[in-house]
């Protein structure tokens, strides 16, 4: 298994392009399933997580191309007709269950694994099978799947959450859009992907208002055609390059970055003392003094602090001055890095879904190992400031989530090479 080897110490200088956001591109992708013309995804960032989902829909019958180096997909459902999605495939990545709603949409029937990915908590689907059976399917779980049937086609319902799931909005927007009669969604979630998602529904003819607000109202068509979109910003690729200058000092510019993807991220950088400005092409980013400021972090459902980004900013909060609380509200079992911030000097004390970290004023490379996806990159960034070598291990949870992320921190200067094991 490879490796990543940081050598702390050096600023960062230059600039950082932002790909397309990975959630954004595993939700758009699924759309394909709903229309039997080909759906074009421009800026599609080239990561495992995005070989996963090509790797589902393909075992479903779609085909999926990759053009300019994996930055353009097409993808075309003319000839799928596989409803059942292989635990083989789902278990890798829990975005998988997101083939579930079209393929209801499209062909009234579904036969889904219960999914896997990162172990940060439970993550049940129970938010989704409750929209669908409003909507008039029957699912029951056997063997481990969700057998979903709606011989007659789903009907618009009124659906309210109980809670503000990202995948459940999606999955069910992306039903409704062919159910009959019209679907209104309570609660829904807020998330820049969803407003992406519902931009290239429309694009493929979906009639679709208010998505970005917590209601959204989908009135079902007959079908929907092809299209091509682009894939919005990936907002926590961006706040994690945004934060490397906060750790290792001097000043990075993140190419296509937009504050409105993170303004409550942006609010807490600017207590804890890092500058952001907006330029022509994205946003710079530069610590406004030595010291670094503590300040207590809530993760919640956009536009609040988003959970994605709560292990690079815990790292960041380890050497700023004063004691801060990290409270976790969206996965209950979301400080894995924190034993491996630890082992490089780190003072954080871990209680139920709180986090208590006492600022030091440096940390000191160690051997560690990558739990899960952002876990694994706030052991980078907290090994760009740290005093001498970290070794990551485990790091293929990166590469579901990064491209390339060691050209892209070398290219700014830093101290990074990845061991091939
Ligand atoms: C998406 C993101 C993930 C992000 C998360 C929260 C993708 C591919 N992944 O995941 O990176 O961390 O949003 O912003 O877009 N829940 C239930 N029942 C359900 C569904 C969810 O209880 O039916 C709970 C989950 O256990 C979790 C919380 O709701 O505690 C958030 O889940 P959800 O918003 O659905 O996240 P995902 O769509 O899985």
């Known amino acids: 298994m490879d490796s990543i080897n940081v050598t702390g110490g050096g600023a960062l200088n230059g600039e950082i392009p932002i790909a397309g956001a990975k959630n954004a591109c595993l939700a758009l992708m699924p759309a394909t399933l709903l229309s039997a013309e080909p759906l074009t995804l421009t800026n599609a960032p080239r990561l495992s ?4 989902m090509t790797d589902l829909l393909q075992s479903l019958g779609a085909e999926v191309s990759s053009l300019d180096e994996g930055r353009v997909l097409v993808l075309s459902s003319h000839n799928a007709d ?25 062909h009234g029937k579904a036969i889904v694994s219960l999914p896997g990915g990162c172990a940060i908590g439970a993550r049940p689907m129970d938010i989704h099978v409750t929209a669908f059976e409003a909507m008039g399917a029957v699912i029951e779980l056997k063997d481990g799947y969700l057998h979903a049937d709606a011989p007659n086609g789903l009907k618009g319902a009124v659906i309210d959450f109980h809670f503000a799931s990202v995948g ?8 409704a859009t062919l159910a009959k009669g019209t679907t209104i969604i ?10 992406d998602l519902a931009d290239c529904l429309r694009r493929m003819g979906a009639q679709i208002t208010g998505d970005g607000t917590s209601s959204i109202t989908i009135e079902g068509v007959e079908s929907l055609h092809g299209a091509t979109h682009p894939v919005v910003t990936d907002r926590i690729e961006l706040g994690t390059y945004m934060l490397a200058p906060a750790f290792a000092g001097g000043e990075v510019e993140l190419i296509g970055g937009r504050i409105d993807l993170l303004q409550a991220f942006v609010d807490k950088l600017d207590q804890i003392g890092v500058d952001v400005t907006e330029t022509k092409r994205g946003l710079k980013v530069k610590r406004r003094g030595d010291t670094l400021k503590a300040v207590d972090i809530v993760t919640e459902p956009f536009p609040g602090f988003p959970t994605d980004l709560q292990a690079q900013m815990m790292a960041l909060l380890c050497t700023a001055e004063g004691t801060s609380v990290l409270e976790e509200k969206i996965f209950e079992n979301r400080f894995m ?3 491996e911030l630890t082992r490089m000097g780190a003072s954080i004390e871990v209680q139920g879904g709180h986090a208590t970290v006492t ?14 996806l952002r876990a694994s990159v706030s052991l980078i960034l907290a090994g760009l400031a740290a005093e001498g070598e970290t070794k990551i291990s485990r790091v293929y949870h990166l ?3 990064y491209e390339h992320v ?6 700014v200067g830093a101290q990074i090479e990845r061991i091939k094991e």
Not at 82 to 106: E, F, Q, T
């Open 406 to 411: 060691v050209a892209k921190l070398r290219g």
């Open 337 to 339: 890095h924190a034993p």
């Open 168 to 175: 459940a909005t999606e999955n069910v927007m992306m039903a």
């Open 399 to 401: 590469d579901r989530g």
């Open 49 to 52: 997580d995005i070989k996963t």
């Open 186 to 195: 309570n609660n829904a979630a807020r998330e820049p992907e969803i407003v």
């Open 82 to 106: 596989n409803p059942l999605a292989h635990y083989d495939i789902v278990r890798k990545m829990r975005a998988s269950n997101l083939v579930l709603g079209p393929l209801l949409a499209r």
């Open 359 to 372: 600022g030091v004023k440096k940390l000191k490379g160690a051997p560690v190992m990558a739990t899960d």
